[in-house]
């Protein structure tokens, strides 16, 4: 396996200096990207093929190799300084937030242009419980700024405990956002109701999935903040991530719910 | 050599590498569905297939194919992997391992691709995947959406990549006016990249949503609206084609400048006035893709005034290139004939685009063969002869060999004689009225000559191209050993040796205050 030594002495010394060429060499990237190739292949299976079989096998080929390149990737780089960049996350956020602008403008251009809005079948949206999950996500925002900057001042138990309450936050969010969403559907209120509904539960769906996306950041930074030896930089940069995903609650909340 | 350093190899120059072989691969096998097209086209009626699906499986790969798996990996995977970090000075890219990502997913998306000839119902939807067709279809619109998902995810990730390459690991003391010109270019594109990308990609990921999940986006009977996709593939895709024109003028820049021995002309105008000027009007010219989609005129009038306004800084760095050629000492080497082939096709494209920004011109020649001819003049050819001849010139960096001249200016010559058969006579035909993306044209039997020499022409370029490959494939395994720097240039990557070490320079390099990537010793 080829554990050895991506960068293991980041520095001068390179490959170069050993007399020898020695060429760094990653087997992970190669099995995540063959993973979203079976993933690929399982979805057609599924939905256009209607092969149950070849697509559960497809799965149990795909999610295996995408975890264990996942792990051995975070494993490997962890700590060797090519982990997460504040620069580069920046430049993410930036596609990211394209991914949300696209959605927008298209249920804006859906909804301008039609004539009765919203289309039959659309339900009473709840009003209470998206501000209880607006209050609880911008509170992990808050947690997540507090605990960096205790973390500055080198407080590594506030840091420790804020950072937690943070990622708790953030479950508590994701599992009021299933709870709202089985209520919805148990009202009639699916994915093909309408195309309000369309856009209501891909929309939301979108930034859930970012939300565990940056609970799962902050799940892989566990065992050094339990550890004690987090890095400044990973802190800054999960916690941009998370403020992001916050912003785009905002433009979620009300352009979804409140409109 | 050990084929496991290669294949997860985490290096720059070898992901440059593995891309350059994949996008070739990926040239040849769109290539050969092009001329399948037009083999079939040479008569009236059936020629080859006297199925029209089979020959929408062309079409769609051809294109699909030529832009996202040959004109965009080669130009933001081999040459941005190979020569950024050589450009500037550094030992790799900031993210070794997703750069590995990049290209490996980019192998994916092209496999992906390629399954269309196995499948039963094989996408159908051209490179465009437009509903409500891509929705109603039998085919497997999923393939296609999934395809540009997997490559689109690998340009963001290598946008991300390079952007904070160039901006933390530049050699001490090479500011940002020291750029090399090929720089500037890809990293405007894959700022585009990082803006658009995601907007394509949640445009084939919601057809597919439509198609398979029930979801009603673009379905007018639960209130969607069938244009929304237009719009948005459309944002996307027209600055895509910045996306090559960048890093292919770039690299026509690379080689001007090294084959004329001559500083660029008027720096600063080429990169803040064209660079930056691409840059900020990209985003707002797509609607010139949808004259006839039905968009409001305050839209079309505005969108044609933003894309007559964008030939200025394209026109800024084509005065650039003829600038630089003026009191060089040019040398007419096969890269350079390649680069004033670009020149050259880009100029009859670019003016032949013109028109076509004019909605009242639009309608008349919309969907029809002078659209594609302008297409391959201005953005498929010049862009492929870009990559070629970028190829040839850093040819004796990477492989540290000589390719063979005689050969490549023979296989230059056929390809330019080849492009200007056949895709002039398609303006000419267009003008008269050929509707494009037919199988047949029983109604058009006055075009069948015209069809055949274009057919005789794609069949010359085909030779041209196919002489260039196997001359590098010579060249690599036994050309002549060659220079560490053959064209005598000051730019960084030609100061290590050929082909560079990992970690390309046994010390970091730095440049003094007097160096300038273009600052060529004059004999």
Redesign the interface.
């Known amino acids: 396996m080829?554990h050895d030594a991506?960068?293991d002495h980041h520095g001068?010394a390179?490959?170069?200096?050993h007399g020898h060429?020695?060429?760094?060499?990653?087997?992970?990237?190669?099995v995540?990207?063959?993973g979203?190739?079976f993933l690929?292949v399982a979805?057609?299976y599924q939905?256009?093929?209607h092969n149950g079989f070849a697509a559960i096998l497809c799965l149990g080929l795909a999610v295996p190799m995408i975890i264990a390149g996942i792990a051995g990737?975070t494993s490997?780089?962890m700590g060797k300084g090519?982990g997460l960049?504040y620069?580069?996350m920046g430049?993410?956020i930036?596609?990211?937030a394209?991914?949300f602008?696209?959605?927008f403008?298209?249920y804006w251009?859906?909804r301008l242009?039609?004539e009765?809005?919203?289309?039959a079948g659309t339900i009473e949206l709840p009003r209470l419980m998206p501000m209880v999950m607006t209050a609880v996500l911008v509170g992990s925002s808050l947690t997540i700024h507090y605990a960096e900057h205790l973390l500055h001042l080198g407080n590594k138990g506030g840091f420790r405990l804020w950072y937690l309450v943070t990622i708790v936050m953030g479950a508590v969010f994701l599992g009021m956002s299933i709870y709202e969403w089985s209520h919805l559907m148990h009202q009639g209120f699916t994915?093909?109701?309408?195309?309000?509904?369309?856009?209501f539960f891909?929309i939301t769906g979108l930034h859930g999935s970012h939300v565990v996306v940056g609970l799962a950041i902050f799940l892989a930074g566990l065992p050094s903040v339990i550890r004690g030896d987090i890095d400044e930089g990973f802190m800054r940069t999960a916690g941009l991530y998370w403020h992001f995903v916050d912003v785009i609650w905002f433009f979620v909340v009300s352009q979804v719910y409140y409109w | 050599m050990n084929l496991k350093e290669w294949i997860f190899t985490t290096d720059h120059k070898r992901v440059g590498v593995l891309y350059l072989i994949g996008s070739i691969a990926a040239f040849g096998i769109a290539g050969i569905m092009a001329l399948l097209m037009r083999a079939e086209l040479s008569t009236l009626g059936p020629t080859i297939t006297s199925n029209p699906a089979t020959y929408n499986v062309w079409l769609y790969t051809h294109g699909a194919v030529m832009i996202l798996g040959f004109q965009i990996p080669a130009l933001t995977g081999f040459f941005a992997n190979y020569c950024i970090p050589l450009m500037i000075g550094a030992k790799d890219v900031a993210f070794p391992r997703v750069n590995a990502l990049s290209v490996w997913l980019f192998y994916v998306g092209v496999i992906l691709a390629c399954l269309t000839f196995f499948l039963p119902d094989p996408p159908d939807v051209m490179w465009t995947g437009y509903p409500p067709y891509s929705i109603m279809t039998t085919g497997n619109t999923a393939m296609y959406s999934f395809t540009v998902l997997i490559l689109g995810f690998a340009s963001i990730i290598g946008g991300v990549n390079f952007l904070t390459t160039v901006a933390y690991m530049r050699a001490p003391g090479l500011t940002l006016n020291k750029l090399n010109i090929f720089v500037w270019c890809t990293l405007a594109a894959f700022v585009l990249q990082l803006i658009f990308v995601p907007v394509l990609g949640t445009a084939v990921t919601l057809i597919s949503m439509d198609k398979y999940l029930g979801t009603h986006f673009f379905d007018p009977a639960a209130g969607g609206d069938v244009l929304t996709y237009q719009n948005l593939f459309w944002f996307y895709s027209h600055p895509a084609v910045y996306v090559i024109f960048l890093p292919f003028i770039g690299v026509v820049y690379e080689i001007i400048t090294a084959h004329s021995k001559n500083m660029v002309f008027n720096y600063k105008m080429v990169v803040y006035g064209g660079v930056g000027g691409i840059v900020a009007l990209s985003g707002v010219v797509w609607v010139h893709h949808l004259y006839v989609s039905g968009m409001a005129d305050w839209l079309r009038i505005g969108q044609m005034i933003t894309t007559l306004m964008i030939s200025i800084p394209v026109g800024l760095m084509m005065i650039g290139l003829i600038g630089t050629l003026y009191k060089g000492s040019i040398a007419f080497t096969t890269p350079m004939l390649y680069a004033l082939g670009v020149v050259f096709l880009f100029l009859i494209g670019g003016l032949t685009g013109v028109p076509l920004a004019l909605p009242s011109l639009t309608i008349g020649v919309s969907d029809t063969y002078y659209v594609v001819g302008h297409f391959h003049y201005v953005m498929a050819v010049a862009g492929t002869f870009a990559i070629f001849g970028g190829v040839y010139h850093w040819f004796p960096k990477v492989t540290g060999k000589m390719y063979n001249e005689f050969w490549g200016k023979l296989g230059f010559w056929l390809t330019f004689i080849g492009v200007n058969i056949t895709f002039w006579i398609m303006m000419d035909v267009g003008v008269k009225g050929m509707p494009r993306r037919y199988y047949d044209y029983a109604h058009f039997p006055q075009f069948e000559s015209a069809h055949q020499w274009m057919t005789v022409g794609a069949a010359i370029l085909g030779v041209g191209f196919a002489l260039a490959v196997l001359n590098w494939i010579m060249g690599a395994i036994n050309g002549k050993k060659a220079l560490d720097n053959p064209w005598g240039s000051p730019s960084l990557e030609w100061s290590t040796v050929s082909p560079p070490p990992h970690g390309n320079w046994p010390t970091p390099p730095s440049v003094s205050e007097d160096w300038h990537p273009y600052g060529f010793k004059k004999d």
């Open positions: 080829a991506h960068h001068d390179h490959g170069y200096d060429a020695h060429w760094d060499t990653s087997i992970w990237p190669f995540i990207s063959f979203i190739l690929a979805f057609s939905f256009v093929y990737w490997e780089a090519e960049s620069g580069a430049w993410f930036l596609a990211e394209m991914i602008v696209s959605f403008v298209g251009y859906t242009h039609t009765v809005w919203p289309p994915i093909s109701t309408n195309s309000f509904s369309t856009v891909s």
